[in-house]
T-cell receptor, first 116, second 110 residues
């Protein structure tokens, strides 16, 4: 596709349920990021995939959070046993790698997660 | 790890005023990126800077890559209501991971 696509755009779930959020990056982009953004706040880094390298999971807030990237393309962020504090917008971004550093990252529209 | 500090954290201005915000780091960055996030949307890239001293414009927006490579500035001239949003600076860390500042929230009074 032309841009980064995230689904669903909105998700309401009951506390304790598991949720899966999907990200389709821009075709050919080797790097993929997940961020979390609470209302009115900045971007909280969660996880970073770059090519075939081991992902940087340093931002995942607890072991309830995990992410996969299959075939170097689509990524799924899974939150197990959701809690109310998990309510936020989850943003995905992808970028290509050029020269000595990652180039511009492009964001999806985000998934708004509400845990009730 | 490398961090980016943005200031101010928030700005309240009158329509038509010029805006200036900056982003600093204790480490050198080889690329500086500026993003804008409208309410309910994902951040959108405004300007990318790749060379120290580079000055780049995009309409009423102008961004500069600091000579020391430890800072960058974004200016908006003659602000209009649609400039409202959160502005983020970003750059690749030594590990090639994109690092974001905390954002500057811009509010415009008509």
């Amino acid at each position: 596709g032309a841009g980064v696509s995230q689904s669903p755009s909105n998700k309401v779930t009951e506390k304790g349920k598991d949720v899966e959020l999907r990200c389709d990056p821009i075709s050919g982009h080797t790097a993929l990021y997940w961020y979390r953004q609470s209302l009115g706040q900045g971007l909280e880094f969660l996880i970073y995939f770059q090519g075939n390298s081991a992902p940087d999971k340093s931002g995942l807030p607890s072991d309830r959070f995990s992410a996969e990237r299959t075939g170097g393309s689509v990524s799924t962020l899974t939150i197990q046993r959701t809690q109310q504090e998990d309510s936020a917008v989850y943003l995905c971004a992808s970028s290509s790698r050029r020269g000595t550093g990652s180039t511009e990252a492009f964001f999806g529209q985000g998934t708004r997660l509400t845990v009730v | 790890g490398q961090q980016l500090n943005q200031s101010p954290q928030s700005m309240f201005i009158q329509e038509g005023e010029d805006v200036s915000m900056n982003c600093t780091s204790s480490s050198i960055f080889n690329t500086w990126l500026w993003y804008k996030q409208d309410p309910g949307e994902g951040p959108v890239l405004l300007i990318a800077l790749y060379k120290a001293g580079e000055l780049t414009s995009n309409g009423r927006l102008t961004a500069q890559f600091g000579i020391t490579r430890k800072d960058s500035f974004l200016n908006i001239s003659a602000s209009i209501p649609s400039d409202v949003g959160i502005y983020f600076c970003a750059g690749p860390s030594l590990a090639q991971k994109l690092v974001f500042g905390q954002g500057t929230r811009l509010t415009i009074n008509p």
